[in-house]
């Protein structure tokens, strides 16, 4: 049994990944601009490969937070 205030801190961890995670899909364009070509927002990397690679690296990151939060609140809860 998990503590009240580890809870309260996975459940937190888990809503700001799960809300990170649906901006940063939002902003994946796999073949056109997508939500990134807003506002030059494709501009901020000095390439589209560094804003490719920069995206997939964070976005996983965000998916195995979610997914670990989600497995560690399932099993504890």
Do not use: C, E, R
């Amino acid at each position: 049994m998990l503590p009240m205030w580890l809870k309260w801190i996975l459940i937190v961890a888990q809503t700001l990944s799960a809300l990170v995670l649906v901006v940063l899909v939002l902003i994946h364009s796999p073949k056109g601009d997508g939500l990134g070509g807003i506002g030059g927002a494709a501009q901020v990397f000095t390439s589209q490969k560094g804003a490719d690679s920069a995206l997939i690296n964070t976005t996983s990151w965000a998916a195995t937070v979610f997914l670990t939060t989600s497995f560690l609140l399932g099993y504890y809860w």
